[in-house]
């Protein structure tokens, strides 16, 4: 991290301090500011840490076992890691508040992290992947193919999967866990079915292959056999599954959760969070180029907005139920493969998240945290969602097995205040002074505390009925929100969940799996979907939907991620590739960068080399990396500047010409001035796209998400970026509108993409 990002981050850290804050304080030691020197863990001072004690006649001789300091040090080395997680074992997490607006929940619980808008609730929110290990390899293919990446180890951010989203809330009366997913659905309805549904998806058990990703026999033999999964495999096969960044992510709770209010009434409620951003994903072209390109790019993406001071922000939301409610809909409100359709059961915004501050260190903090969906506070409990009911006792149990049984005594998982009679133990490290360890005790030292004061009080719930192993009769039915799922999808959507299933089943070599899933699951979601598959991957191409089950026909606009488009236009952290050669128009990149970085854009220049680069007059420019050292899959746009050396230059080199290419062929803005107008007319050479003139003026023309003009001198540029929206004039105006957009759809709808080689 550079020293200005330092500065930002302490800055931040200043203003946003709190008691979460304040305790990791506690234990943090700033190795930047010490000038203590080398000591071993029991303080004693270390005066060579290179050579082993050895004994030596000028030669090299045996080393000794005598030397404490090397043991010291190879023992700590060796027992550095920790088991990592099932699932969810490669993750990235940040620092930061929540907040509600107001008291309108008061009407359904008393807690008050939902009801005081006065208090500033710390958190940490940590992302991840589900499938893969902490050095999966999405290349590592089906297992026929015997092929496995060449950086087997590295583990990728950028695979298509489930995206983990857990929070951490630091409550006054308590840690609150929100253990969610980037998905509001999942594959199984009852815990029980957890260890099959995993072991189905994780890597094949007699090759360990494939690493990250789900595109094998095991995982669509189960989902075939398993119909009730066909919902969350609708979602995770759909942009939803390679999202652009952790900050572009929805959040779900998944479980449905209860809310109790002060006059003891009960609703079911479930908890979103929707991003500040908009929702949005990549490409899968770009998806798969990016895991060998840079394997951490969520990762960094988190890290460099935020220490931009581009804080990722999310709005939360609450669905509730109340209980007399509960049997009122045609779906169970407790099948955790189900949503609540917000047209019934519409989303109301109490509260907003805020992450504002990366981690100081990634394993005490990040991998250390635990959360356990058992983690409530009064006023918040627990339904009789059979999935929550397990995952309530196995995420417990997980923290144990990983950190031990004093897991929650490990800085992130402290809570604001604490106080009970639990001793010893493994990595027990908290000293508590006192002649009693238990309760009545003579003192009456740590009693309970009674639910008037604030003791968290199950709620009442009457129960009646047999024990046995059933579901419910709403738990039956599978495809119905499969079905909406797919039908809310924008054509462009509904094209790349065909494409992925599509190359999914295409790594399946047994016969009997995929011909499972397109004949026997597909045609209960979409006949049209089913066809579409079928005549990519094979089987029997079915004709009509199946005489069990007729197609509702319906569709909801919250399910497509358009919806979420922000109101206002913004390219807030977009990252920006600037390509330049020897001669580019360095007044107009400077005119172009000022004012995109003026609208929150992240700007980088890439030019021959990582260095001065010259201009067509005046001083060189700082080139901030080459051709070769980055993608554009790594950009959310292109901008090529004017100037005739420049413009030789690129049009020569193949690389650059590359550069636009793969960026047109990701649907990406791409804007041009001058001569750099030609460049790109010449890389994409499409008839369709419209382009202005090279020579001419400073009217813009916008074409398939193509920006150019033929000049942006000085008026122009004073009269630009007045608002983020298109028009005749204003390059920079027009250019940040179609970076707002994300990407520009049309463009692969109009089949355009597929005539330019990326």
């Known amino acids: 991290m550079t020293s200005i990002a330092e500065s930002v981050k302490h800055k931040v850290i200043t203003a946003m301090s709190n008691k979460k804050v304040q305790d990791l304080d506690r234990v943090t030691t700033d190795t930047t500011t010490s000038s203590q020197g080398l000591t071993t863990d029991f303080g004693s001072k270390i005066s060579d840490t290179d050579n082993w004690l050895k004994v030596s006649d000028g030669g090299t001789g045996p080393s000794l076992l005598e030397d404490h300091i090397g043991r010291e040090k190879l023992h700590r080395f060796d027992h550095e890691r920790i088991p990592e997680r099932v699932v969810h074992a490669r993750g990235s997490a940040a620092h930061g508040y929540f907040k509600v607006f107001d008291d309108s929940a008061s009407k359904y619980t008393f807690a008050p992290v939902l009801t005081d808008p006065s208090r500033s609730t710390p958190v940490f929110t940590r992302f991840s992947t589900v499938q893969g290990s902490k050095g999966s390899a999405v290349y590592s293919l089906a297992p026929s193919t015997r092929l496995v990446c060449p950086d087997a180890g590295v583990s990728q951010d950028t695979v298509r999967d489930v995206r983990g989203f857990a929070v951490k809330l630091y409550t006054d009366e308590g840690n609150w866990d929100i253990v969610g997913n980037d998905i509001p659905v999942f594959f199984i309805q009852d815990a029980i079915k957890f260890p099959d549904v995993i072991h189905a998806v994780k890597p094949e058990p007699h090759n360990e292959v494939p690493q990250g990703q789900s595109a094998h026999n095991n995982f669509w033999d189960f989902v075939g056999l398993q119909p009730e999964s066909a919902h969350m495999v609708m979602w995770v096969m759909s942009d939803r599954g390679i999202p652009r960044s952790f900050r572009m992510v929805q959040g779900f709770g998944v479980n449905t959760y209860t809310l109790v209010n002060g006059a003891g009434e009960r609703h079911f409620v479930k908890f979103h969070f929707t991003p500040e951003l908009g929702v949005h994903s990549l490409m899968w072209d770009e998806a798969l180029k990016i895991c060998g390109q840079d394997p951490d790019f969520h990762r960094k993406d988190l890290n460099e907005a935020i220490e931009n001071g581009y804080h990722a922000k999310w709005t939360f939301s609450i669905q509730t139920i109340a209980e ?289 680069v010259n201009t067509d007059s005046g001083p060189s420019i700082m080139v901030d990396h080459h051709y070769e050292s980055q993608r554009s899959t790594l950009f959310d746009a292109l901008f090529v500047s004017s100037g005739a050396e420049h413009a030789k230059a690129l049009v020569e080199n193949g690389r650059a010409v590359h550069w636009i290419r793969e960026a047109f062929g990701h649907c990406k803005a791409i804007g041009a001035i001058g001569d750099g107008v030609s460049v790109v007319q010449r890389a994409i050479s499409l008839s369709d796209v419209n382009f202005a003139d090279p020579s001419g003026g400073d009217d813009v023309v916008t074409s398939y998400g193509v920006v150019t003009t033929g000049q942006y001198g000085v008026a122009s540029a004073m009269s630009d970026v007045v608002a983020i929206a298109s028009g005749p004039k204003g390059f920079v105006s027009n250019f940040a509108y179609e970076i707002s957009k994300h990407r520009c759809w049309d463009r692969e709808m109009d089949g355009l993409i597929s005539h330019v080689a990326f």
Request: proline content about 7%.
């Open 324 to 612: 007399k409610d509960e049997q009122k809909f045609d779906f169970d409100i407790l099948d955790a493969t189900k949503i609540w359709p917000e047209e019934l059961i519409p989303l109301q915004p109490i509260g907003e998240m805020v992450l504002n501050r990366t981690v100081d260190e990634f394993f005490p903090e990040t991998e250390q945290v635990a959360f356990c969906t058992s983690h409530v506070v009064p006023g918040i409990g627990f339904s009789d969602d059979p999935l929550l009911q397990g995952r309530n006792f196995s995420y417990f149990d997980t923290q144990i097995t990983r950190l031990g049984i004093n897991f929650q005594q490990a800085s992130p998982n402290t809570a604001n205040r604490f106080m009970n009679h639990h001793r010893d133990g493994q990595h027990q490290d908290r000293i508590i002074k006192g002649n009693v360890n238990y309760w009545p005790n003579r003192r009456e030292i740590g009693p309970p505390i009674e639910p008037k004061n604030g003791g968290y009080a199950e709620y009442a719930q009457k129960i009646q009925g047999l024990k046995e192993r059933v579901r419910g009769a709403k738990f039956q039915e599978h495809y119905s929100q499969a079905e909406l799922f797919f039908n809310s999808l924008a054509p462009h959507e509904q094209a790349h969940l065909v494409s992925a299933i599509s190359f999914e089943l295409s790594h399946c070599d047994d016969p009997i799996v995929y011909k499972t899933y397109v004949n026997n699951i597909l045609p209960n979601i979409s006949i049209d979907l089913a066809q579409a598959v079928s005549q990519n991957v094979g089987g029997a191409l079915p004709d009509h939907p199946p005489d069990t089950r007729r197609p509702h026909g319906k569709r909801s606009d919250r399910l497509s991620q358009l919806y979420y488009a922000p109101k206002t236009p913004t390219i807030a952290s977009r990252r920006i590739a600037i390509l330049v050669a020897d001669g580019f128009n360095g007044k107009e990149v400077k005119a172009v960068h000022a004012a995109l970085d003026g609208l929150g854009a992240v700007n980088f220049l890439i030019g021959p080399r990582r260095g001065q």
